[in-house]
C-alpha cells in the first residue's frame, strides 16, 4: 500500500509538472463546457469549492476531495432555464468511499445541448431546418487519503458530440485528465482547524478533434483557500459557517468568493461572486453575482442556485442521495 500511494503521488506530481510547457497551441474556448461548473451548492457559492469540496461535485472542483464523501453519493444538477435560449445542461454522478485503504471511486456523465441554431449561407439565407449542437463527458475519478492531512486525486474524462454546420452535423471526440491535491491544514497544526487548501490542475492535456483538426482545450490552475467554522445557534442546536476563495488561471485569470451558513445539519443558505480579472481577448465582463439555498433531510438533500449570468440569469437545481 505504502508503494501505491507514492505512486499515486508522483502521478499527480508528474500532470502538474508536465503542465508547465504546455501553454502553446491552446484554445480560448474548445471545451467551454468543461468550465461551467456542476452541483447547485458550489455554484450558489460562486464556484470557491476547490478547498471545500466535500460532496459528489467535488468530482469537478477538487477530484482528490471526493474521500470527504462518506459511503455513497448519488448527486445530479439541472439548468432550469436559460433566457430566451433552448438549452439543456445536466450532470449526473456517482461517488463511493468504502472507508477503507483502497480510496474513493468516481464516474459521471454531462451533457450540454443547444438547440435552435439556425444555418445561413454567403447571402445570409437560411440552410434547412434549425439544428442542435451537443457536449458530452464522461469523468472516472480516483482519490486516496495519503496521510490523515493531504489527499490525492486523478480525474479521467472522455469528450464527445455534434456541431451543425452548412452541410452536416460534424461530429468530434476528445479526452483529457485533472490531477488535485486536498491540504487539510489542521491536521498539520491544531492552530489552524478547519483551514484547507485545494490544489486542481484541469486539463493539463486535453484535445479535443473535429473532422480530422486537432484543438488544445486551454488548461486552467485552480487553487483554492476554505475555512469551515462550527458554532452554537439557536438553542443549542449546532450550526457551520465556511467562507472560500479559488482562483482560476483560465480566461486570463478569474476569482471566485463564496459562503454558506448551516443551521443544525439541514438549512443551508449560500452566496457567492466569480469575477474575471480580464475578459478573453481583452473584453470586459461584469462580475457573477450568486444566491442559493438548500436542505438535507435524513439521505436526501435538494440544493437550488441563482447565477446571474453574463449571458442570461441562469437556475440551477441538484438532488442529491448520501447512503
Known sequence: MASFKKLLILAVSFVMIFSAGIKAATTDYAGDMLSIGVGARALAMGGAFAAVADDASAMYWNPAGIVNVKGVEVSSVKLLGM??????YTYLNLIYNPGDNTGSFGIGYLRQQFGGIIIRNGSGDQIGVPREASD???????????????????NAKAM???????????????????????IYLGGIFDALKGLSLGINLQDPYAVIN???VEERVAYNFKTGIGYDLPFIFLKNLS????????YDTEYNGEYHLGAEFMWNGMIGIRAGIKRYL???????????????AGIK??????????????????QYISISGMF
Do not use: H
Request: proline letters at 2%; hydrophobic letters at 45%; zero cysteines.
Open 239 to 246: 450550526s457551520r459557517i465556511i467562507v472560500a476563495a479559488d
Open 160 to 182: 464527445f458530440g455534434m456541431y451543425p454546420d452548412s452541410a452536416a452535423r460534424q461530429g468530434y471526440n476528445g479526452f483529457g485528465a485533472d490531477a488535485a491535491l486536498f
Open 278 to 292: 480580464s475578459g478573453a481577448s481583452g473584453l470586459y465582463q461584469d462580475a457573477e453575482l450568486s444566491l442559493g
Open 297 to 314: 433531510w435524513y439521505f436526501l438533500r435538494i440544493d437550488y442556485a441563482y447565477v446571474n449570468s453574463n449571458i442570461s440569469p441562469l
Open 136 to 154: 458530452n463527458v464522461i469523468n472516472a475519478t480516483y482519490a486516496r487519503k495519503i496521510s490523515s492531512w493531504l489527499s490525492a486525486g486523478i
Open 210 to 212: 473535429i473532422t480530422g
Open 83 to 88: 433566457e430566451g435560449l433552448d438549452a439543456y
